[in-house]
């Protein structure tokens, strides 16, 4: 079945590197375009970036601009999240989903599936 | 940016009642917004895409509709496992932004 399984939260001081992977399968992972959302606890969704099918092209919100980078690889079916200077108000659940659309990325056919999420809590 | 605003932040609703969930963007999106559900601990599910596209496996009571810059989730004959938290995510430039939610909860 289609899967997504991320890994790599924890707890991170401020203004150090982490990097989430997120591992597909059930699917042919370099036909799809690929989002990171977070969710700050008890808060809502944030769109955080997406890459498209095949890597060139990228795009992500504001908040993260200039600290985190998304990538994948296709040969090894995985997408990852580099986050740098990471701040408090990252801490969130970060979750990968797949574009539902073969042929988009904006998400225009929404987000799906969703993995189940990677805890990641900035604290000194 | 667009901005995406839900309306109501919360419900309280009993089986079987009718719930209908706004989403108003700050600008026109033509019919390119989502809806998911959210229960606690979990994550989102995609229930509705192109405003009023119902996804595969999502049950019939669920249903979206609009254009522009308002939208409606309309949940007929709320069952048990409808209570949850309903999202609306637009779809039409980058930033792609989440309205704030609404809380679906028993009356």
């Known amino acids: 079945q289609v899967q997504l399984v991320e890994s790599g939260g924890g707890v991170v001081q401020p203004g150090r590197s982490l990097r989430l992977s997120c591992a597909a399968s059930g699917f042919t992972f370099r036909s799809y375009a690929m989002h990171w959302v977070r969710q700050a606890p008890g808060k809502g969704l944030e769109w955080v970036a997406v890459i498209s099918y095949d890597g060139s092209n990228k795009n992500y919100a504001d908040s993260v601009k200039g600290r985190f980078t998304i990538s994948r690889d296709n040969s090894k079916n995985t997408l990852y999240l580099q986050m740098n200077s990471l701040r408090s108000e990252d801490t969130a659940i970060y979750y990968c989903?797949?574009?539902?659309?073969?042929?988009?990325?904006?998400?225009?056919?929404?987000?799906?599936?969703w993995g189940q999420g990677t805890l990641v809590t900035v604290s000194s | 940016d667009i901005q995406m605003t839900q309306s109501p932040s919360s419900v309280s609703a009993s089986v079987g009642d009718r719930v209908t969930i706004t989403c108003r963007a700050s600008q026109g999106l033509s019919s390119w917004l989502a809806w998911y559900q959210q229960k606690p601990g979990k994550a989102p599910k995609l229930l509705i895409y192109a405003a009023s596209t119902l996804q595969s496996g999502v049950p019939s009571r669920f249903s979206g509709s609009g254009s522009g810059t308002d939208f409606t989730l309309t949940i007929t004959s709320l069952q048990p496992e409808d209570f949850a938290t309903y999202y609306c995510?637009?779809?039409?430039?980058?930033?792609?932004?989440f309205g704030g939610g609404t809380k679906v909860e028993i009356k």
């Open positions: 989903a797949r574009d539902a659309s073969s042929v988009g990325w904006h998400g225009e056919e929404g987000f799906d599936p």
């Open positions: 995510q637009q779809a039409n430039s980058f930033p792609l932004t």
